[in-house]
């Protein structure tokens, strides 16, 4: 039988979340979506409490953030994107706008929405940074799903 990473968790009942994954880096992104999963497992939240959404790129979250909030469905929502550096400068303003609309979406709806939304400096398409990168997803995967259950217990 799983046992809970974390046994201080003292829900009152089993919580409903909502996952939103970028599509674009879907092989990285869906590391992190896989490692919050099995986190959830391990701490007996069953597969069918969780909702996982596709949206195009970590530009769309906020807005599916924020209807999932407002719907009354979901106990939190978790995003989950990369946003790299294309050769320009776009790249922080999609983070930096992407992270506080999220920040802004929770104090508005008073639901927890949490990030991993991460952008790494100087990712290379190439093989050696993807794996790089799909283990650091897996780790922050791991962790926003330790968050997310915390916070909401």
């Known amino acids: 039988m799983n046992q809970p990473l974390l046994p201080s968790f003292k829900l009152s009942r089993l919580p409903r979340v909502a996952i ?33 959404i596709e949206v ?38 999609v983070g930096q706008t992407v992270i506080q609309a999220l920040m802004d979406v929770q104090l508005a709806t008073d639901v927890p929405v949490f990030s991993c939304v991460l952008t790494p400096h100087h990712f290379h398409e190439h093989g050696e940074h993807k794996r790089f990168f799909a283990e650091h997803f897996s780790t922050k995967g791991v962790e926003v799903a330790r968050a997310c259950l915390a916070t909401i217990a």
């Open 20 to 52: 939103l994954a970028a599509s674009w880096h879907k092989d990285i992104v869906g590391v992190a979506v896989s490692a919050i999963r099995h986190e959830f497992d391990r701490c007996r939240i069953p597969p069918e409490q969780v909702s996982v």
């Open 56 to 93: 195009p790129g970590a530009f769309e979250i906020p807005l599916h953030a924020q209807r999932l909030a407002r719907s009354g469905r979901f106990d939190a929502v978790i995003a989950c994107g990369l946003v790299v550096d294309g050769g320009i400068y776009r790249h922080d303003f």
